[in-house]
């Protein structure tokens, strides 16, 4: 079954402000991804966290790798209608599963314009 | 690029009925995924080929049966459909770095 906890489940948020959401997990992962599904569409890759530590940014997303492996932090700044959509948190890169991924049950982010 | 397309986009069956889910990817990814996704529960992995030729049961994989057909193609199939089957299919593709690209999905009713 899951393994990763994802918060919060959903959020309603005024446009313009900053989201964070977060996922952790009971075991170590090597990769981290975010990914964004919008209704009716497939999930989308949004940022992909290969090293512990690691930051990164894509536009006015920003995550972070836990270090200790085994959580991951997505914020989002300035949220605009357009952000609505399900998040999702997935971990991979462990020997045991080889390219599996394991996915978190999604934060559901509604922006009021 | 196309990435990842999946046919058909919406399917309603009877109890009892097959079909075949079809997906393709022309990124040149050796492995290969499907999903069921339902509301509340997320992604769950159906089965999953990690490279042309092999294919190994995920996590919910009773009732479906995968061929990995060559390199970009790999379908699922449902032999005798029921309604717990009801859900919302998803293809993915990787390479060996995990981060999976996926396609539009299947929407499928079973009455």
């Known amino acids: 079954g899951q393994q990763l906890n994802q918060s919060p489940q959903s959020m309603f948020i005024q446009e313009g402000e900053d989201v964070s959401m977060n996922c952790t997990s009971s075991s170590i992962f090597n990769t981290w991804l975010w990914y964004k599904q919008e209704p009716g569409e497939g999930p989308v890759l949004l940022i992909a966290l290969y090293k512990a530590g690691e930051l990164t940014s894509n536009g006015r997303l920003t995550a972070q790798f836990g270090i200790t492996r085994k959580d991951s932090f997505l914020n989002i700044s300035a949220s605009i209608p357009s952000d609505v959509g399900i998040y999702f948190c997935a971990g991979g890169g462990k020997e045991t599963s080889g390219s599996r991924l394991t996915f978190g049950e999604g934060t559901q982010l509604t922006v009021n314009p | 690029n196309a990435g990842v397309t999946q046919t058909p986009k919406f399917q309603v069956l009877k109890t009892g009925q097959s079909m075949t889910l079809q997906c393709a990817q022309d990124m040149n990814h050796n492995s290969m995924y499907w999903y069921r996704q339902d509301p509340g529960m997320g992604l769950r992995l159906i089965y999953y080929?990690?490279?042309?030729?092999?294919?190994d049961k995920g996590e919910v994989p009773n009732g479906y049966n995968v061929s990995r057909l060559n390199k970009r193609e790999f379908s699922l199939r449902l032999e005798s459909a029921a309604p717990s089957q009801t859900s919302v299919y998803f293809c993915a593709s990787s390479e060996r770095d995990s981060s999976q690209y996926f396609g539009p999905g299947t929407r499928l009713t079973v009455l």
């Open positions: 080929s990690a490279s042309e030729g092999t294919t």
